[in-house]
């Protein structure tokens, strides 16, 4: 946004004496806003696509069809908007440039507002080119099999930082990245498959990634794996098993989530169990931090 308010001010600027108020001013303003404001337009609209692209379930029941049409409606809406407004703006600036100019004590206040305009248009350039220079990076060292650049790439393409937002690709690199037993990936697939976003809902496999990490020590897999087990998602519903997980995530969570997890436990799980139920989860927890310990 910023960046295209510093592009087309200095469009302005520089071609000050070309965009008069005049028909070919306005068409030369016109058809250069169309071709830059097109260009980003665009990207706006297949990062979207791409976005919901990825959630296969929408897709399957025709929802995606829907939204690119949707979704194309709202994006020319506001390629329209973005081009009258961009264009005032360069019109604008050109007039005020020209005006400055013709006064000679404001041109050396002028010059210092060009440059500094320049500068900032020169920093939003670098910050552009750092930012794809460490996506590739990562892209080469997570094709070339290194775990944690696989997993920094799944984040990447989850949240759509630096990459159009893609929850396919990120699962992929997530798989990756877990099957050589990286935590942060087996934890985030665990989160992917138990939520459904961007990809099918499949508790069955976020029982199965959440306690790869849970066996690990990680208390928020092991808060994860209360929730599955006390309502049954992803395999039989098993309260003692809930109970067992949740006082062992207890030990490990801080604040407000800490808190939570208490609740949790002695006021829904042990409102279905019996002192029997309870006695058996805590001895697997003493069993569990025992085959641990080590």
């Known amino acids: 946004m910023i960046g295209n308010h510093i592009l087309q001010a200095a469009f302005g600027y520089l071609a000050r004496d070309a965009l008069?108020?005049?028909?070919?001013?306005?068409?030369l303003c016109a058809i250069t806003t169309l071709v830059v404001q097109g260009i980003d337009t665009f990207r706006f609209y297949t990062s979207l696509r791409n976005h919901f692209a990825?959630?296969?379930?929408?897709?399957?029941?025709?929802?995606?069809?829907?939204?690119?049409r949707d979704a194309l409606y709202k994006c020319s809406q506001l390629f329209i908007f973005k081009v009258i407004w961009y264009c005032g703006i360069t019109m604008a600036v050109a007039a005020i440039a020209r005006s400055v100019a013709s006064v000679e004590y404001w041109r050396?206040?002028?010059?210092?507002?060009?440059?500094?305009?320049?500068?900032?248009?020169?920093?939003?350039?670098?910050?552009?080119w750092k930012r794809n220079t460490v996506v590739r990076r990562y892209q080469q060292a997570a094709d070339a099999g290194d775990?944690?650049?696989?997993?920094?790439?799944?984040?990447?393409?989850?949240?759509?930082?630096?990459?159009?937002?893609?929850?396919?690709?990120?699962?992929?690199?997530?798989?990756k990245a877990a099957e050589q037993g990286h935590l942060g990936a087996q934890n985030n697939l665990g989160i992917l498959y138990a939520s459904g976003r961007g990809i099918p809902r499949d508790y069955g496999e976020a029982l199965k990634w959440f306690t790869r990490v849970a066996e690990q020590g990680d208390a928020f897999a092991?808060?994860?794996?209360c929730r599955l087990y006390s309502f049954g998602e992803g395999g039989p519903q098993d309260y003692v098993k809930a109970y067992m997980w949740i006082e062992l995530a207890i030990g490990g969570l801080e604040g407000?989530?800490?808190?939570?997890?208490?609740?949790?436990?002695?006021?829904?799980?042990?409102?279905?169990?019996?002192?029997?139920e309870i006695e058996r989860a805590k001895k697997m927890v003493v069993e569990w931090k025992a085959s641990h310990s080590h």
Request: aromatic share 14%; glycine share 6%; net charge positive.
């Open 20 to 27: 008069l108020w005049s028909r070919n001013g306005i068409v």
């Open 54 to 68: 990825s959630d296969f379930v929408a897709v399957e029941d025709g929802r995606f069809a829907a939204f690119q």
């Open 108 to 128: 050396p206040a002028m010059d210092v507002v060009v440059i500094i305009v320049a500068a900032l248009l020169l920093y939003f350039l670098f910050r552009r």
């Open 147 to 175: 775990a944690e650049a696989q997993f920094e790439t799944g984040v990447l393409h989850q949240y759509g930082r630096g990459v159009p937002q893609d929850f396919g690709k990120a699962v992929a690199l997530y798989r």
């Open 222 to 225: 092991q808060n994860n794996l």
């Open 256 to 276: 407000w989530q800490k808190e939570k997890a208490v609740m949790n436990r002695d006021m829904f799980l042990a409102s279905h169990m019996n002192p029997a």
